[in-house]
Nanobody, 115 residues
Framework: VQLQASGGGLVQAGGSLRLSCAGS????????MGWFRQAPGKEREFVAG?????TSTYADSVKGRFTVSRDNAMVFLQMNNLKPSDTAVYYC????????????WGQGTLVTVSS
């Protein structure tokens, strides 16, 4: 099972980025998929998740700015109005079938927001 994240980069505060994550090696339609991030010197934190039925959840810090979506084995994170505090390595993750806890993890993609 592989999760391949992409789309990170350097952006100015107030800008936007769209992260993508491609899953392979199993069927993801029955899994919860999501995004986490880890800033320098901090623990990894939940950012957003989307269930197999399309229900999405967000961390309070990104509500109204970030949107998670999915399409088959892909999960996306549209990030608008980015802030310097959003700077982190972003990881995509997936649960096993019909579960909500995350089992599979992709490599990270770095998002840097300059002020």
């Amino acid at each position: 099972v592989q999760l391949q994240a992409s789309g990170g980069g350097l952006v100015q505060a107030g800008g936007s980025l769209r992260l993508s994550c491609a899953g392979s090696g199993r069927t993801f339609s029955t899994s919860t998929m999501g995004w986490f991030r880890q800033a320098p010197g901090k623990e990894r934190e939940f950012v957003a998740g989307i269930s197999r039925t399309g229900t999405s959840t967000y961390a309070d810090s990104v509500k109204g700015r970030f949107t998670v979506s999915r399409d088959n084995a892909m999960v996306f994170l549209q990030m608008n109005n980015l802030k310097p505090s959003d700077t982190a390595v972003y990881y995509c993750a997936s649960s096993t079938a019909f579960r909500t806890d995350y089992t599979y993890w992709g490599q990270g993609t770095l998002v840097t927001v300059s002020s």
